[in-house]
């Protein structure tokens, strides 16, 4: 099943309300707003992290989660799961993990190796957006049944609000 199908299998099975938009194969963020006509603070940017573990434990992997308006603070996405610090995965690992290619990587883990945190300000957005998994497709879904799919352990404070440069 591709990833796509894997999402709206799992709305579905949760009876989640959401809607599937189609767009041109657009991979970023601040772009794909703009056409989709979202607050960029509504988007879900999703990055697969490696995690570096304290007393020589095996890496880690994080399916990061955080606001179109944010970057990633890597030493506390790091912290999240109890690492010491985190950079970006190398792609081929991000995609064999994800099963997407970069850019489509969906706010969903579907592989038991990427541990799943998401920024809590995407908590308070009202109605998140996000890549399904191609980058023709995105879906919209509130953010309360995004968080009733995904449970509320996975919330954490992995963001830093980007600069705004005039």
């Known amino acids: ?68 308006d944010c970057k990633i603070n890597f030493k506390r996405a790091a912290r999240a799961i109890g690492g010491k610090k985190s950079s970006f995965a190398p792609p081929e690992i991000a995609q064999t993990l994800t099963d997407c290619q970069m850019g ?14 998401v920024d809590a300000r995407l908590r308070d957005v009202g109605t ?10 995105s879906i919209t879904l509130a953010v309360k049944d995004y968080f009733r799919v995904v449970g509320d352990n996975c919330c954490a404070d992995i963001a830093t609000p980007m600069a705004i440069t005039a």
Not at 104 to 117: G, M, N, T, Y
């Open 128 to 137: 998140l957006w996000f890549n399904a998994g191609v980058l023709e497709k």
């Open 1 to 68: 099943m591709t990833t796509f199908g894997k999402i709206t299998a799992l709305l579905d099975e949760q009876q989640a309300e959401y809607r599937v938009v189609e767009h041109d194969a657009i991979g970023q963020t601040d772009l794909i707003s703009d056409i989709r006509g979202n607050a960029l603070n509504q988007a879900a940017k999703a990055m697969v992290l490696e995690v570096t573990m304290p007393e020589g434990a095996e890496a880690r992997y994080m399916l990061a989660i955080v606001p179109g």
């Open 104 to 117: 489509a990587v969906p706010p969903f883990s579907f592989d038991e190796r990427l541990v799943l945190r």
